[in-house]
């Protein structure tokens, strides 16, 4: 059996040039795009989401711990928009337009936007830290079914992956 790997430079380049206005978006491109954009969307939802409970929690937290808390509130709100608008921007790269309709956000997200009583950092603590456990579940599910149909996205929701399952590291050791 000959696994010879080949690859026919000639035909690409004529199909490069034949459809340039699919931009990234190649014929040799395995993935369910429509699919995928509606899934980045609802990474995008989820993302601004949390961006927004983390920012309402570290503005509101009280109390001794309120500084480190906060610190860590506002830190991770940051992270989470900048996931967001990487998602957003895969989103535009597929030929889609990422929704940031506040309509829907919320319906969208796969966490939920929780507010807690001020003085409660316990509680602002752990509702964070199950949103961040939502994300690593939902996310790791969307890394499997990618597979190996678009590696771009994919390494783009591995490198969020990471990140939230640091916010979740992060939270666990402010709990303790």
Not at 12 to 35: F, H, N, S, W
Request: proline residues 2%.
């Amino acid at each position: 059996m000959d696994n010879q790997f080949a690859i026919d430079v000639t035909k690409i380049r004529e199909d490069a040039r034949a459809k340039m206005q699919d931009g990234p978006v190649t014929g040799t491109y395995q993935g369910d795009t429509k699919r995928l954009i509606e899934l980045l969307n609802d990474v995008v939802a989820t993302e601004v989401v949390c961006f927004l409970r983390y920012s309402q929690h570290a503005i509101a937290a009280t109390g001794i711990d309120r500084a480190q808390v906060a610190a860590e509130f506002r830190e991770h709100a940051k992270q989470e928009m900048d996931h967001g608008l990487r998602a957003a921007e895969r989103i535009s790269q597929l030929g889609g337009s990422p929704d940031f309709d506040p309509a829907t956000l919320a319906a969208r997200a796969h966490t939920e936007y929780v507010t807690t009583d001020e003085s409660d950092l316990r509680r602002m603590l752990e509702e964070n830290l199950v949103a961040e456990r939502i994300v690593i579940s939902s996310y790791q599910e969307i890394i499997r079914w990618i597979g190996d149909s678009d590696p771009t996205t994919r390494r783009l929701m591995e490198s969020i992956l990471e990140e939230e399952e640091e916010h979740a590291d992060d939270i666990l050791d402010l709990l303790d």
